[in-house]
């Protein structure tokens, strides 16, 4: 596929994309490649919007490679039954399990959508399990996932069984999601200085956390609307 394509011309960016798919499936069935499966899927699901084989293509790469973004797409898949796969959140919480413990690209996404699912406690046999959201979401945290760190924080803020009210934890974890650009939290951290819960009152340092949050606030807005135009 070497050479410039022109990709004005239709039935040129057809036969490259033709190609493509060759090229991916040769890399997964005949070479063994986990990378090559990946890419393939992304050609099925991207290209020929093909959900049903690109589901296929993901099972095979998560349970027989343990390929860790082909388990989290495929827990996604899981958790709304596209590409016909069975709609069970069980079986996507073992997905993003297996995603957060390969150590991949989407390893952080999927170590906070387990500690999500146990959150919520749907995907769990006994319900709610605040100990797992809990180490999952500090190790989703610690890999720079914002929502992990404000969740962490709220956790800590109200405590829950097995788990104890921490106010200073709360703030550490809402000083962590602001420093990664979480609105929320720097607005809970702002409170807490203002209020002295978990620290002692600091005025100053809760108006600049609430002028940090104001900022991020219209950051966000003004990508909301450059994204509309």
């Known amino acids: 596929m070497a050479g410039l394509i022109n990709f004005e011309d239709e039935k040129e960016v057809k036969q490259f994309l033709d190609n493509l798919g060759v090229e991916y499936s040769y890399q ?31 099972k095979h790469n998560c349970e027989v490679n343990g390929h860790g ?24 919480y073992s ?3 297996k995603s957060c413990e ?18 919520d406690g749907r995907a769990m046999d ?22 992990s760190c404000f ?11 097995g788990l104890d ?15 990664l650009g979480h609105v929320w939290g720097c607005a809970n951290a702002s409170r807490m200085y203002k209020l002295g819960e978990g620290t002692a009152r ?9 002028n940090r949050a104001r900022q991020l606030h219209s950051q966000q807005k003004e990508r909301q609307l450059s994204f509309g135009e």
Do not use: W
Not at 38 to 58: H, I, P, S, W
Not at 111 to 117: E, I, K, R, T, Y
Not at 126 to 147: E, I, R, T, W
Not at 202 to 210: G, I, M, Q, Y
């Open 28 to 58: 997964c069935h005949k070479e063994k490649d986990p990378e090559g499966c990946q890419r393939l899927a992304d050609y099925l699901e991207g290209v020929k919007r093909n959900f049903e084989a690109t589901a296929q293509v993901l």
């Open 165 to 179: 009210k921490d106010m200073a934890l709360a703030l550490k974890f809402a000083l962590e999601a602001c420093q």
């Open 126 to 147: 006994g319900g709610p399990d605040v100990g797992v959201a809990q180490k999952y979401y500090d190790k989703a945290c610690a890999g720079g996932f914002a929502p």
């Open 202 to 210: 600091d005025d100053k340092k809760a108006e600049e956390l609430k």
């Open 95 to 97: 997905c993003f399990m």
């Open 102 to 119: 390969s150590g991949g690209k989407k390893s952080v996404d999927a170590c906070h959508n387990v500690g999500l699912l146990a959150h």
């Open 151 to 161: 969740n962490l924080s709220a956790l800590y803020i109200k405590g829950a069984p």
């Open 69 to 92: 973004e082909s388990c989290y797409k495929l827990g996604a898949y899981h958790i709304t039954g596209k590409g016909g796969v069975t709609e069970c959140l069980k079986k996507a």
